[in-house]
């Protein structure tokens, strides 16, 4: 079963958009997170991380060049995702002052981070996350988690929301019954009428012959006993 723990590995996540909050930047952490549970699949796997080291004080009035430059970002990050098996980008909404529109479909997967509802005592990492990942297969699973992440191994422990599950059972369910405009099923009343339903081109085996009727050729009949076809050449 999917989670945030194991997203990675799950098939289809070439492009993943991390999309942090103000108040929950926990997305490097969820990064150094997957990396652990991925080193301990394949040892030798091999990370190369880029990082954008402009100041945040560069964008607050967001200039004409913001566009630009975000246009050719999203250019550069498609051709990147079908270069490498797999890219994974962090989206940080206090960089300008409106959400860049449509930032959920531009990667294969996109997941939310927000603030953990409640207070909590502990010195590990505690927010939420929201899935949105497109399956290979065309199907899309969407979740919603409560994370603990160990503030020192990185390790990462979730849990799904209950509305999550009354999600998930509503999608079983509209899956198991058969989408159609018409009925289809017949009750045993229906079925019984069927079966007593004599249509005309049925032969009726069990009626019987009340009548019949016989004809005997007349002179001024043309009937003729030789086959007209044998008089031809061939």
Known sequence: MTSIKTLPLSGGTKLIILDEEATAMHARKLIAGWIQTLIERDASRVF??????DSKSSYQNEPKPF???LSK???FLERLSKQVPQVICIYKRDFIHSKIP?????????V????SPGTTISKDFNYTVELLHRKVGGGVLRQQEIVNQNNVSCEIESRKLEQSRKLDS????????IESSFRIEINEN????????TLPYMINTNAMNTSKIHYHPEDIDD???????DDLCF
């Open 48 to 53: 190369s991380l880029l990082l954008f080291s």
């Open 67 to 69: 566009a630009s430059s």
């Open 73 to 75: 970002t999203i250019w």
């Open 102 to 110: 449509g930032i959920e479909t531009l990667g294969s997967t996109y």
């Open 112 to 115: 939310k981070i927000q603030k």
């Open 170 to 177: 509503a999608c079983e369910d509209s899956k198991s019954k």
């Open 190 to 197: 229906e079925m019984k009428q069927r079966q007593e339903l």
């Open 223 to 229: 009937f003729d006993e030789e086959d007209p076809d």
